[in-house]
T-cell receptor
Framework: GAVVSQHPSRVICKSGTSVKIECRSLDFQATTMFWYRQFPKKSLMLMATSNEGSKATYEQGVEKDKFLINHASLTLSTLTVTSAHPEDSSFYIC???????????????FGPGTRLLVL | RKEVEQDPGPFNVPEGATVAFNCTYSNSASQSFFWYRQDCRKEPKLLMSVYSSGNEDGRFTAQLNRASQYISLLIRDSKLSDSATYLCVVNIPHSGAGSYQLTFGKGTKLSVIP
């Protein structure tokens, strides 16, 4: 099946630093990628939707200046957590949707996630 | 009312038992439905799609009742390896982000006991 990779898988950083997370679709082209965040024992919450070549669409309550998303190619999207603080510590998961089928027949493939700990 | 609601569990069942999970969704315009499985500290993985006619995949049976906006998952002959959190996922129309988005329930935790 389709594979989505994420890097890094885990990162620990000091408060105030910026962290970049990469998401790649390895064997298909993804015109749309999604970024989710999951806090312990909570459901996945969509942060933003990223379409290749255009600006990301952020969900209500997600600061676009804090969570910078770039989707420069059909196989790569990046999420940069700027000036990270301890409350940003979470499990960040990307997901990619293939481009060749109608929206209700497509499956989203999830990356393995990035666990961020901000000290 | 939450968009996708599930009983959080946990469901603790012995090996070989049959267990059923239920889920309700609030948006009647939802178009497609899924069950995902998420292991501890891992990403969600698609278990199966859910169709109006009901569908079965081995020991797993999914049902959809559009009138009641209700989805179910039945697991027969539970295995230890079935222990995980099962997420009910609904595709809902989303004007801000494109045509639709996946909305996740909080999940139902299953522990299969030897």
């Amino acid at each position: 099946g389709a594979v989505v990779s994420q890097h890094p898988s885990r990162v620990i950083c000091k408060s105030g630093t910026s962290v970049k997370i990469e998401c790649r679709s390895l064997d298909f082209q993804a015109t749309t990628m999604f970024w989710y965040r999951q806090f312990p024992k909570k459901s996945l919450m969509l942060m933003a939707t990223s379409n290749e070549g255009s600006k990301a669409t952020y969900e209500q309550g997600v600061e676009k200046d804090k969570f910078l998303i770039n989707h420069a190619s059909l196989t790569l999207s990046t999420l940069t957590v700027t000036s990270a603080h301890p409350e940003d510590s979470s499990f960040y998961i990307c997901s990619a949707r293939a481009s060749h089928r109608g929206p209700f027949q497509e499956t989203q493939y999830f990356g393995p996630g990035t666990r961020l700990l901000v000290l | 009312r939450k968009e996708v609601e599930q009983d959080p569990g946990p469901f603790n069942v012995p090996e070989g038992a049959t267990v059923a999970f239920n889920c309700t969704y609030s948006n009647s315009a939802s178009q497609s439905f899924f069950w995902y499985r998420q292991d501890c500290r891992k990403e969600p993985k698609l278990l199966m799609s859910v169709y109006s006619s009901g569908n079965e995949d081995g020991r797993f049976t999914a049902q959809l009742n559009r009138a009641s906006q209700y989805i179910s998952l039945l697991i027969r002959d539970s295995k230890l390896s079935d222990s995980a959190t099962y997420l009910c996922v609904v595709n809902i129309p989303h004007s801000g982000a494109g045509s639709y988005q996946l909305t996740f329930g909080k999940g139902t935790k299953l522990s299969v006991i030897p």
